[in-house]
């Protein structure tokens, strides 16, 4: 079995920073993609960043140059770096794993619960 438990969020002014951090658990040898994904209410849930084991990275437009992705492999563990928030950023922050091979086989997809993140104006 596999978890994700996400810390970091919160209320911020905008301009502001935050980091989001996702720690996965279980026995778990390898995910190939880590990532992160928003939803805001209202909205369907968006892609926000991804990387890979190669650390490949993928953002979304609007993060372009202000949101930076980084995983540990051997922690299991991704991080969101959120600088210069905007209050459009504000919304639950949910983090995902794709292709995770446990002792048991492989998971294909696994999300966190969410992370409230708030940006006020």
């Known amino acids: 079995q596999v978890q994700l438990v996400e810390s970091g969020g919160g209320l911020v002014q905008a301009g502001e920073s935050l980091r989001l951090s996702c720690a996965a658990s279980g026995t778990i040898f390898s995910i190939y993609v880590m990532g992160w994904y928003r939803q805001a209410p209202g909205r369907q849930r968006e892609l926000v960043a991804s990387?890979?084991?190669?650390?490949?990275?993928n953002y979304a437009d609007s993060v372009k140059g202000r949101f930076t992705i980084s995983r540990d492999n051997a922690k299991g563990t991704v991080h969101l770096q959120m600088n210069s928030l905007k209050p459009e950023d504000t919304a639950v922050y949910y983090c995902?794993?794709?292709?995770?091979?446990?002792?048991?086989?492989?998971?294909?997809?696994?999300w966190g619960q969410g992370t409230q993140v708030t940006v006020s104006s």
């Open positions: 990387i890979t084991t190669g650390s490949s990275t």
């Open positions: 995902n794993a794709e292709n995770i091979v446990t002792a048991t086989g492989i998971v294909r997809n696994s």
